[in-house]
């Protein structure tokens, strides 16, 4: 009897993007990739999806397409046979020709494969030097090294403008354990920028890890790999993306620290954006742009990327643009500990977004005529937060009252209803006579566009 499923094997997922010409999944996966070339910084992805829906399949495609980019618009005399072999897996489909401002060096790592490891920094790191196409043991003995070093010190592996001298690497990997006497972090992380500078030659080249089946893995191999690459992996040069269960991680970290624990904060931590990839039948990506769970400037932002379903390039662009008003320096209106501060976490992300995915409804929500929190009712974080406002009245009661507060605030700063404040038994006195210029304020250059 055969498999029911097809096996993520190299020549599997080369056959399933030529028999996929056209469709919307190598679309997506087109726009993934221009999503990540517009990517400046060391940054951490999560995929995430159920068991059985594809999550492998699916970055084991964006690896290939990667990797067959960097040879089509890197060629050298080196890579050519490479890029002939996969040539024709990618004639005639989107992803043919994509034109790419970076070079990138795609690692697949399946992280289930390597739990019994007693170290998850060591086997990624193997990993990442083996397909750079040094198959060597990073736990080999002294004896042996001298004997492997003459075999490979002259080898120069390249993948498109990609170099790496054997002999250099060698001598950075082979050692018995490389961490041996190694009592800092710091000191830690330097040896591993060392063999990062030689496996990326140059600051423009990219390295894309891809870190499979986490979910799969003994709840301390997950953490500690997790802990590991946020620690040591601090590179501008890196990308990282986490496909994975998260439903099913948080159950192992609360099961593993106990379920008073936040697994679900303690998750987040790790991930700068998040993606959604939803049942084949239904496919669709996600995004949302992880910011601070503990601020409700972080929490309404992470909402509204979630109910906007934002591309992977919009998250990015949305995070940028919030990055830059979250800060200390705004600290001073942007609280969690007035009212006015809230109804500013609430306005400010939700002006940023709307003025990306509907300028119309932003022109609309300036103008003092928007419904579009009503339209989110009923999304927790949204009525978390009416809960905070309204914490003064019976419980039963606290979202309701919380919704009339921040509704009457809106009324005030954007139609300049005092009445509306009065009506909500507010004072007038708290609040900003010029809190719509406020929040137009903190939304930068971001135009009226009336």
Request: with cysteine; proline share 1%; net charge negative.
């Amino acid at each position: 009897m055969k498999k029911a499923t097809l096996e993520a094997t190299d020549e599997n997922i080369l056959q399933s993007i030529k028999e996929q010409k056209g469709t919307e999944r190598n679309t997506e996966i087109m726009e993934f990739i221009k999503a990540l070339d517009l990517i400046e910084e060391n940054i951490f992805i999560s995929l995430d999806a159920r068991w059985g829906e594809g999550k492998t399949f699916y970055v084991r495609q964006i690896e290939k397409t990667l990797e067959y980019q960097t040879l089509k618009n890197f060629e050298t005399d080196d890579n050519k046979n490479k890029y002939e072999e996969m040539k024709p897996y990618f004639e005639k489909t989107v992803l043919e020709d994509i034109e790419l401002g970076n070079s990138y060096l795609p690692v697949y790592y399946n992280a289930w494969l390597y739990d019994n490891h007693s170290d998850p920094l060591m086997s990624l790191l193997y990993v990442i030097i083996k397909k750079c196409g040094l198959w060597i043991d990073s736990k080999l003995v002294k004896d042996k090294t001298d004997k492997l070093k003459d075999i490979i010190k002259s080898i120069q592996v390249n993948l498109g403008i990609f170099s790496i001298n054997g002999d250099k690497v060698i001598d950075a990997v082979s050692e018995k354990n490389i961490f041996d006497g190694i009592q800092l972090a710091e000191d830690i992380r330097q040896r591993v920028k060392e063999i990062f500078n030689q496996v990326i030659e140059g600051q423009t080249q990219k390295l894309v890890i891809f870190i499979d089946e986490l979910d799969r893995c003994k709840p301390s191999y997950a953490l500690e790999m997790l802990e590991r690459i946020k620690h040591y992996f601090d590179d501008n040069r890196i990308i990282f993306i986490v496909s994975v269960n998260k439903e099913q991680l948080t159950h192992t970290i609360s099961n593993y620290y106990g379920n008073g624990f936040d697994s679900t904060g303690y998750l987040n931590k790790f991930f700068d954006v998040n993606a959604y990839l939803q049942e084949v039948e239904r496919r669709q990506l996600r995004f949302v742009s992880e910011y601070s769970e503990r601020s409700i400037f972080g929490r309404m932002a992470n909402m509204y990327a979630n109910y906007y379903k934002l591309t992977l390039r919009d998250a990015l662009i949305y995070k940028e643009r919030l990055s830059i008003i979250d800060t200390t320096e705004n600290s001073y209106v942007i609280d969690d500990d007035s009212i006015e501060g809230v109804c500013i976490s609430i306005f400010v992300p939700l002006i940023v977004i709307l003025d990306m995915v509907d300028i119309k409804e932003k022109v609309s929500f300036i103008d003092g005529k928007s419904r579009v929190l009503r339209q989110m009712e009923g999304y927790q974080e949204l009525e978390r937060v009416y809960r905070r406002l309204g914490w003064r009245v019976p419980e039963e009661q606290c979202v309701s009252e919380g919704k009339r507060i921040v509704d009457a605030v809106y009324q005030y700063a954007f139609n300049n209803s005092k009445e509306a404040l009065e009506s909500a038994n507010l004072a007038t006195g708290t609040f900003r006579r010029d809190l719509k210029s406020q929040c137009k304020k903190l939304c930068g250059a971001i135009k009226d566009n009336r």
